[in-house]
C-alpha cells in the first residue's frame, strides 16, 4: 500500500468488498537489499503522499508472519518473504481470516470465488469468513442437537434440497447422532460448521431439545 518515509515502516493493506483497506505496518524481518528494492519500487510507483506516506495502487504481495489479529489489524507483523506470483486481488480480509483459523483435520475451502448472493455480492470465500466471525454465537445453539440443513448448490435464489442424513462422504470426525433411522449432523464445533458451510449449507434448523433427551429444553411461543 505504501511507505512511511518518516519512520520507515511499509503499510499493508488487503482488499476488503470493494475497497483497499490499511490492517498495519511492518518494518522489521527485511534484508537490507529487500528493504531498498520495495522502496524503490514504492517510490517509482507513487500516486500521492498524505501524512509523510508515500501511497501506491495495490501491486506488490508479500508474506507476513504475526502474533495476531485485533480489531482488524494485525499485531507485530515481521516480513518472510515477496509472493510476487500472487494476484493482489487474492489478497482478501476474508481470506486472511479463513487462512489463520485453525480447525481441527484442517479446513479445505472449494470453488472459493463461487457467488453465492448476487446483491449483495458475496462468494464462498466470504460466507465461511462470516461463518467464522459468528461461530461463538451459532455453536451454542447448535450444541448437542440434531441438524437439518438446508442446501444451496448453486447459490440464492437457486436450486434446494433439505439434508438430514449424513452424507457417506463426510469427515470421519464430524459426530452423528442416529433417530429414527435418520444419521444426523450434531454440529458441536467449528470444524463442522466450515464443513457444513463449504458444502453450501445455508440454513440451520435445529429441534427443542438435544441429543441427551427426548423432552423440549426450552418452549417459543410464536
Known amino acids: 500500500m505504501g511507505f512511511n518515509s518518516q519512520n520507515e515502516n511499509f ?18 524481518g527485511m534484508k537490507t537489499n529487500e528493504k531498498d528494492s520495495l522502496i524503490q519500487s514504492i517510490i517509482k510507483n ?14 506488490i504481495c508479500v508474506k507476513l ?7 482488524n489489524e494485525l499485531i507485530n507483523p515481521i516480513f518472510n518473504s515477496f509472493q510476487l506470483e500472487i494476484s493482489w486481488e487474492n489478497c482478501t480480509w476474508d481470506r486472511l481470516i479463513i487462512d489463520n483459523t485453525l480447525v481441527e483435520g484442517g479446513m479445505k475451502l472449494t470453488h472459493s470465488k463461487k457467488t453465492l448472493w448476487k446483491t449483495p455480492y458475496i462468494n464462498k470465500e466470504g460466507f465461511l469468513s462470516y461463518l467464522i466471525q459468528v461461530s461463538s454465537y451459532m455453536l451454542p445453539f447448535l450444541e448437542r442437537r440434531t441438524l437439518t440443513t438446508i442446501r444451496y448448490p448453486h447459490g440464492i435464489p437457486g436450486d434446494f434440497f433439505y439434508q438430514k ?14 433417530v429414527e433411522g435418520i444419521n444426523y449432523i450434531v454440529c458441536n464445533e467449528l470444524s463442522t460448521l466450515l464443513w457444513l458451510g463449504n458444502q453450501l449449507a445455508i440454513e440451520y434448523h435445529i429441534p427443542f431439545q438435544t441429543i441427551d433427551s427426548l423432552k423440549p429444553s426450552e418452549i417459543m411461543f410464536n
Open 11 to 28: 503499510l499493508v493493506g488487503l482488499k476488503k468488498d470493494d475497497a483497499i483497506v490499511q490492517i498495519g505496518t511492518f518494518s522489521k
Open 165 to 178: 442424513n449424513c452424507p457417506d462422504y463426510a469427515p470421519s470426525s464430524i459426530l452423528t447422532k442416529s
Open 46 to 59: 507513487e500516486k500521492r503522499r498524505e501524512n509523510g506516506n508515500i501511497l501506491i495502487e495495490p501491486g
Open 65 to 71: 508472519f504475526f502474533k495476531t489479529i485485533k480489531e
